[in-house]
T-cell receptor, first 113, second 113 residues
Framework: GNSVTQMEGPVTLSEEAFLTINCTYTATGYPSLFWYVQYPGEGLQLLLK?????DKGSNKGFEATYRKETTSFHLEKGSVQVSDSAVYFC????????????FGKGTLLTVNP | DAGVIQSPRHEVTEMGQEVTLRCKPISGHNSLFWYRQTMMRGLELLIY????????DSGMPEDRFSAKMPNASFSTLKIQPSEPRDSAVYFC???????????FGAGTRLSVL
């Protein structure tokens, strides 16, 4: 079956630091990959996505590249802000699972001023 | 667009009581998902509907949980009787079939005393 493994948090960084949150996946088909973000007290919202190998998703300064050879979709940002403090979820979806989302456990990011 | 609307935002009840959570999906979306989020288990898919029909309820923890979608604009998740271990944040999400992008509501925080 499908599964997503992401680095355990919490991750604490200073403002303007470089961020990497690792994510690897196992899928039986050819999945689409996603990063969702959950700000305190809110629901999850889509941050970025990639639908095929070598695609790069990007949004709000965040990037992630779909690497089929390493089954990875690591999230990066060159300079984090305090407002980026949130929980980040890696997820996948494919036809074999009727397009249900399979989520990782989430990584809590705290950015200090 | 109003987004996915959930009510109530917070619910506090006593063990044994019936709890009903409500969700209004985004207009035009024909898939609806109910999730539960806890610190211990992370984000779990409970059930999802396509065109108002339950497709997969394998995540529903036990018979105390039931979900309905009487029409395209409304769904309920009921817990009867409730237990303290049901305390969690419950999210509803909706999507258009085939797009595999889910839009989440703000969640209902349930506390069972």
């Amino acid at each position: 079956g499908n599964s997503v493994t992401q680095m355990e948090g919490p991750v604490t960084l200073s403002e303007e630091a470089f961020l990497t949150i690792n994510c690897t996946y196992t899928a039986t088909g050819y999945p689409s990959l996603f990063w969702y973000v959950q700000y305190p007290g809110e629901g999850l919202q889509l941050l970025l996505k990639a639908t095929k190998a070598d695609d790069k998703g990007s949004n709000k300064g965040f990037e992630a590249t779909y690497r089929k050879e390493t089954t990875s979709f690591h999230l990066e940002k060159g300079s984090v802000q305090v407002s980026d403090s949130a929980v980040y979820f890696c997820a996948l979806s494919d036809k074999s699972s009727n397009y249900k989302l399979t989520f990782g456990k989430g990584t809590l990011l705290t950015v200090n001023p | 667009d109003a987004g996915v609307i959930q009510s109530p935002r917070h619910e506090v009840t006593e063990m044994g009581q019936e709890v009903t959570l409500r969700c209004k999906p985004i207009s035009g979306h024909n898939s609806l998902f109910w999730y539960r989020q806890t610190m211990m288990r992370g984000l779990e898919l409970l059930i999802y509907f396509n065109n108002n029909v339950p497709i997969d309820d394998s995540g529903m923890p036990e018979d105390r949980f039931s979900a309905k979608m009487p029409n395209a604009s409304f769904s309920t998740l009921k817990i009867q009787p409730s237990e303290p271990r049901d305390s969690a944040v419950y999210f509803c999400a909706s999507s258009q079939s085939g797009t595999n992008i889910q839009y989440f509501g703000a969640g209902t925080r349930l506390s069972v005393l």
